[in-house]
């Protein structure tokens, strides 16, 4: 089992940077799959991007590719998300998942406004 922190998130003008981090506890984080999803009010919570566990992995909604990066320290037992060129539709509760075999795990998720 592993719980996942979320940190990171707050104001930023459009046009700014963020990192989102999400911390795991528990044993063998480097074999899980991690992902960040968000959820704006009123919508689906939907992907944003995912890493393997081996860093050569990753994927991106097709919307922040670009502007998004996800990366995994895994001696820190950490993923981060690496947010530029942010734009108010990408302003959403951001969650962060992992996953090994069966259900996810979910984080509480970190909150990201993203100001015109």
């Known amino acids: 089992q592993v719980q996942l922190v979320e940190s990171g998130g707050g104001l930023v003008q459009a046009g700014g940077s963020l990192r989102l981090s999400c911390a795991a506890s528990?044993?063998?984080?480097?074999?899980?799959?991690m992902g960040w999803f968000r959820q704006a009010p009123g919508r689906e919570r939907e992907f944003v991007a995912a890493?393997?566990?081996?860093?050569?992995?990753?994927y991106y909604e097709d919307s922040v590719k670009g502007r998004f990066t996800i990366s995994r320290d895994n001696a820190k037992n950490t993923v981060y998300l690496q947010m530029n060129s942010l734009k108010p539709e990408d302003a959403a509760v951001y969650y962060c998942?992992?996953?090994?075999?069966?259900?996810?795990?979910w984080g509480q998720g970190t909150q990201v406004y993203v100001s015109s």
């Open positions: 890493i393997g566990w081996s860093t050569e992995n990753t």
């Open positions: 998942m992992g996953q090994r075999y069966g259900s996810p795990y």
């Open positions: 528990g044993r063998a984080f480097s074999t899980y799959a």
